[in-house]
């Protein structure tokens, strides 16, 4: 995907938090999804947020977002096995009409 | 609920065959999308459709045909396989394309073409 950049890996051991970071461009950007692929299935929405907000909480996951530096970022925390998956960061752009542009995807590897 | 279903899972090709991907989803969305994902890279967008009748090209249409003649199915044709065209399609279905357009997806379909 175009502008939105992710690092490839992440490996982090069960119980540990998790970090999985994202940087965009489009400033106009209004809302920041973070999908989660698992293997041999579609994207499936995890969570998002609104532009005008710099943090969001849902059960383990928390979501910051630096609208300055154009910094996204996913927090999970007591990563499970079950959390192995590939988390793709997005941003919904307005080219007339909105556009989802997707980064490459963090593989997110789990160790017992 | 069905959501978005795509068929089939995987297929195999030669090079210049002609194959559809059906794509077909029962939440009456008006907006639906085919992407492709290629390791390393993320989804890119290949076609998407606002509505019955309407349909427009995305970032990498060339190969590609879609034609939207209801609202539930969206098919995309390969004219004529290459090998760049080895990858997983991905369709995508949303209510609207708003600036929220959370997207619905299916489970991909797995195409090589040798």
């Known amino acids: 995907g175009e502008d939105v950049e992710q690092s490839l890996f992440l490996s982090v051991r069960e119980g540990d938090s998790s970090v999985i970071n994202c940087t965009y461009t489009d400033s106009s950007s209004t809302y920041l999804y973070w999908y989660k692929q698992e293997p041999g299935a579609g994207l499936q929405l995890l969570t998002y947020i609104f532009s005008n907000m710099d943090m969001k909480q849902d059960q383990r996951l928390t979501v910051l977002l630096n609208k300055k530096d154009k910094h996204l970022s996913l927090r999970i925390a007591d990563t499970q096995t079950g959390d192995s998956a590939i988390y793709f960061c997005?941003?919904?752009?307005?080219?007339?009409?909105?556009?989802?542009?997707f980064g490459a995807g963090t593989r997110l590897f789990v160790k017992a | 609920n069905a959501g978005v279903t795509q068929t089939p899972k995987f297929q195999v090709l030669k090079t210049g065959q002609s194959m559809t991907l059906q794509c077909a989803q029962d939440?009456?969305?008006?907006?639906m999308s085919w992407y492709r994902q290629d390791p390393g890279m993320g989804l890119r967008l290949i076609h998407y459709s606002v509505g019955a009748g309407i349909t427009d090209q995305g970032e990498v249409p060339n190969g590609y045909n879609v034609s939207r003649s209801t609202t539930e199915d969206f098919p995309l044709r390969l004219l004529s396989a290459a090998p760049s065209q080895t990858s997983v399609y991905f369709c995508?279905?949303?209510?609207?394309?708003?600036?929220?357009?959370?997207?619905?997806f299916g489970a991909g379909t797995r195409l090589s073409v040798l």
């Open positions: 939440m009456n969305h008006e907006y």
């Open positions: 997005a941003e919904s752009r307005n080219t007339g009409g909105f556009k989802t542009i």
């Open positions: 995508a279905s949303s209510a609207d394309r708003g600036p929220s357009n959370i997207q619905y």
